[in-house]
């Protein structure tokens, strides 16, 4: 059975860091696609940043380039997702997602089968 657990959410004021990890268990990282996701209070999930199956190509949403970074640590099974330069605007919901159907795009939430429960990310002004 797959199993995302997200962890490293918290409270951090405007131009904090914080560093989020996703550790799967019943699955492997190597050779998918993993993504994380987010969705603020009373807004659609939107696509934040992916890592392709060979780890070498990355992809992040205009809004979070250059303050995001994803990457992988597959002797682990983990990802992670470093957050730094936080704005208010980030606070939302945070979800690991892997497992990618044929075809999929890495910022279409629809695409992804197996999906963490989520850590919270609160950025007060």
């Known amino acids: 059975q797959v199993q995302l657990v997200e962890s490293g959410g918290g409270s951090v004021p405007h131009g904090g860091s914080l560093k989020l990890s996703c550790a799967a268990s019943?699955?492997?990282?190597?050779?998918?696609?993993v993504a994380w996701f987010r969705q603020p209070p009373g807004k659609e999930r939107e696509g934040v940043a992916a890592?392709?199956?060979?780890?070498?190509?990355?992809y992040y949403a205009d809004s979070v380039k250059g303050r995001f970074t994803i990457s992988q640590n597959n002797a682990k099974n983990t990802a992670f997702l470093q957050m730094n330069s936080l704005q208010p605007d980030d606070t939302a919901m945070y979800y690991c997602a892997s497992n990618l159907r044929g075809g999929g795009v890495w910022f279409e939430s629809t695409d992804f089968r197996s999906w963490g429960q989520g850590t919270q990310v609160t950025v007060s002004p």
């Open positions: 890592i392709s199956p060979t780890g070498k190509t990355t």
């Open positions: 019943g699955y492997t990282f190597i050779g998918r696609t």
